[in-house]
């Protein structure tokens, strides 16, 4: 992230006026972090809604020697949890469910230890549901294809970190479950749903539920890099992420994404302020994050952001409300 970072803090301290010379600093601060001849990024910056700089750097697929272009199809891992917590939001609009209801609502047999464990609670990490999930495991576990309730049946009897609402611990269990409920409560699966409320709703026509087996046009290959060398990232089934980190896209269509939450073509803003808003404890103590995004501080300037991970792929979408600036890079290594 300190590349992303670096280039953050130069973009806050340059004029947003557009020029060549913005455009060939940005190029040596990314080409100084990315070889053409190895897993790459690419970058879109946005100012205003529209885009002031798109590039990609590095190789798509080493085996081929394709080079990497911004229509690229990346895993962009948790990311996805902020499509999550918005079709639960959309959800709420609807009557069809509310932010402070029991999860025993939804999933009568999950394993609560006598605590109310409300959707609030999942979206905020503040659930005490452990992160104990299949996508960490090596070996067959990684590799097999889940149902939801097989993924909620993995984790859900592995005891509480502590009582819901008392900490912050960041957990793709949590946001497993979110997806079970968005299941129950629209009667269909989180891909249909996300595909159809919110991929086909805005445009986002290079965006997917990940898939191992779909051919997907322009999809990277994900490597890691280990003792100065590259290889070809392990295999995991992307049935195991699910509403945590399934999703595939591009910087085109994120940029999209973050133009319908500004513009409140998917829900109102009120609701939208719910996600982007800190989260306070029992205690009173304030967490820097809503649903399904952080919030942070960059040389005196907001943040709304989140990161992703998965094998072989790293992510990063953060806004900037006082500068109106986007800034997504979606790279192909972790």
Known sequence: MNKFFTLSIFLLTTHFNFCQNLESKIDSIVSSNYNQNEPGISILIAKDGKPIYKKAFGIANMELDIPMKTDNVFQIGSITKQFTAIAILSLEEQGKLKLTDDILKYIPDYPTEGNSITIHHLLSHTSGIQNNTPVGEKGTVSKTDMTTKELIDYFKNTPLGFKPGTNFRYSNAGYIVLGCIIEIVSKQSYEDF?????????????????????????????????QNTFTNADYMSLTLPYAAGSILSTVNDLLKWQNALKSNALIKYSSLKKAISPTTLKNGKIIPYGYGFRMANLKGSPVIAHSGSTKGFTSMAMFLPKENTFIVALSNCN
């Not at 595909?195 to 997907?216: C, D, R």
Request: glycine share 10%.
């Open 194 to 226: 996300i595909e159809t409320t919110i991929f086909k709703k805005i445009g986002m026509s290079s965006s997917y539920y990940g898939s191992n087996k779909e051919v997907i046009k322009n999809r990277v290959s994900g490597y890691q890099s280990e």
